[in-house]
């Protein structure tokens, strides 16, 4: 595969469930974003990680709880989500952080 | 710390030209572009930087006034294939800010053949 694919594409969890999203870059890139993209609301950039250690926490709740094993793969873990958070993640990665960033195609949240 | 985009929304016929604004409140160290197509991901379009530069491909162009904190995407001949939502995401410096987008709400435009 190439680029950055992300799993599961779409995602139905009750508001007690644990879950967790993937992302992974073939691009040899160092680092990688997480994002939420609501309707009718701009692109929100969660986290930033840059050559695995994380440089951003953009006043996430703790409900959203990320992790970087290498510079190739990123999780979202998700524990007793709000139905307010149904939207769609984003995850991308740039070369270095500032450069161009490559999104991947986005896991469909809906919690209930 | 948002940008804000203009217009919201643009309908074009193919071969029609297109500007899309970006304005920021806050002196801006890059602007990114990026286009949008209906349940795909974002993809990257161009990045221009401090120093006030101007760049372009095929008939797509953006120039950068940083002194008025603003950018705009111009799309000359439009084309059906450059129907989507236009974003605008701008980084205020380097350092520990370097990599941190903000966002705009985004144009959507729509080319009609």
């Known amino acids: 595969e190439t680029g950055v694919t992300q799993t599961p594409r779409h995602l139905v969890m009750g508001m007690t469930n644990k879950k967790s999203l993937k992302c992974e870059q073939h691009l040899g890139h160092n680092a990688m974003y997480w994002y939420k993209q609501s309707a009718k609301k701009p692109l929100e950039l969660m986290f930033v990680y840059s050559l695995e250690e994380r440089v951003e926490n953009n006043s996430v709740p703790s409900r959203f709880s990320p992790e970087c094993p290498n510079s190739s793969h990123l999780f979202l873990h998700l524990h007793t989500l709000q139905p307010e958070d149904s939207a769609l993640y984003l995850c991308?990665?740039?070369?270095?952080?500032?450069?161009?960033?490559?999104f991947g195609p986005g896991t469909r949240l809906t919690v209930l | 710390q948002q940008p804000v985009q203009s217009p919201q929304a643009v309908i074009l016929r193919e071969g029609e030209d297109a500007v899309i604004n970006c304005s920021s409140s806050k002196a801006l160290y890059s602007v990114h572009w990026y286009r949008q197509k209906h349940g795909e991901a974002p993809v990257f379009l161009m990045i221009?930087?401090?120093?006030?530069e101007q760049k372009g491909h095929d008939k797509i162009s953006a120039s950068f006034n940083e002194k008025k904190q603003q950018s705009s995407l111009y799309l000359t001949a439009s084309q059906l294939s450059y129907s989507g939502t236009y974003f605008c995401?701008?980084?205020?410096?380097?350092?520990?800010?370097?990599?941190?987008?903000?966002f705009g709400r985004g144009t959507q435009l729509t080319v009609w053949p």
């Open positions: 995401g701008t980084e205020s410096g380097r350092g520990s800010t370097l990599g941190r987008l903000y």
């Open positions: 221009l930087l401090k120093g006030g």
């Open positions: 991308a990665s740039s070369l270095m952080r500032g450069n161009e960033q490559f």
